[in-house]
């Protein structure tokens, strides 16, 4: 399984970016993409969960309002849509999958994250 973001870079506070989860070298349809961050010196958070069989979508308190997560069933790509982004939000963000429709911090397979850097 490969997971490669795409889409990080810098923005100005205020401003929006759109991450992009694209997911291959799986056939099974019963998994969910989650979205984490880690900035420097804190914990990793997760920041939203999409399934991809039922459909059903979860955010952290901390972005609900302000991301949206979505998928492209057809090329099994999932999007992170970040709305009026603060320099609070600068991290590494990271897409991982695990099978079932729950994510969790144990996710079975993590991509190798796309920076993000908000300046004021």
């Known amino acids: 399984v490969q997971l490669v973001e795409s889409g990080g870079g810098l923005v100005q506070a205020g401003g929006s970016l759109r991450l992009s989860c694209a997911a291959s070298g799986f056939t099974y349809d019963d998994y969910a993409i989650g979205w984490f961050r880690q900035a420097p010196g804190k914990e990793r958070e997760g920041l939203s969960c999409?399934?991809?069989?039922?459909?059903?979508?979860d955010y952290a308190d901390s972005v609900k309002g302000r991301f949206t997560i979505a998928s492209d069933n057809a090329d099994n790509t999932v999007y992170l849509q970040m709305d009026s982004l603060n320099p609070e939000n600068t991290a590494v963000y990271y897409c991982a999958l695990v099978r079932g429709r729950v994510c969790t911090y144990s996710m079975d397979y993590w991509g190798k994250g796309t920076l993000v850097t908000v300046s004021s």
């Open positions: 999409i399934s991809h069989k039922y459909g059903t979508i």
